[in-house]
Nanobody, 121 residues
């Protein structure tokens, strides 16, 4: 079992920045991928970014490329999402996820409770 707890959400003006954190616990994550997803009201869940626990980047969603950066701190068992140049359309609940990484396939088995990010225009 993996427990994920997100933090760092809030209200920010357009053009501002926020850093989300996801603290993981429960088991070793050495063969896992960690990701961020988001869901806005009335919309489907959207992939934002993912990274392997080894530090190898997996990728970013098209709408956040060049603005968001995913990273992890193995010593703290924490994954971060640095969000810059925020836009009102980035407003959503952001979820951290984890799952085993095998042959480029990821099963997102574990999810956090989500943290709200609101970007005002």
């Amino acid at each position: 079992q993996v427990q994920l707890v997100e933090s760092g959400g809030g209200l920010v003006q357009a053009g501002g920045s926020l850093r989300l954190s996801c603290a993981a616990s429960g088991r070793t994550l050495s063969n896992y991928a960690m990701g961020w997803f988001r869901q806005a009201p009335g919309k489907e869940r959207e992939f934002v970014a993912a990274i392997r626990w080894s530090g190898v980047y997996i990728g970013y969603g098209d709408s956040v490329k060049s603005r968001f950066t995913i990273s992890r701190d193995n010593a703290k068992n924490t994954v971060y999402l640095q969000m810059n140049s925020l836009k009102p359309e980035d407003t959503a609940v952001y979820y951290c996820a984890a799952g085993p990484y095998d042959n480029s396939m990821i099963k997102w088995n574990y999810w956090g409770q989500g943290t709200q990010v609101t970007v005002s225009s």
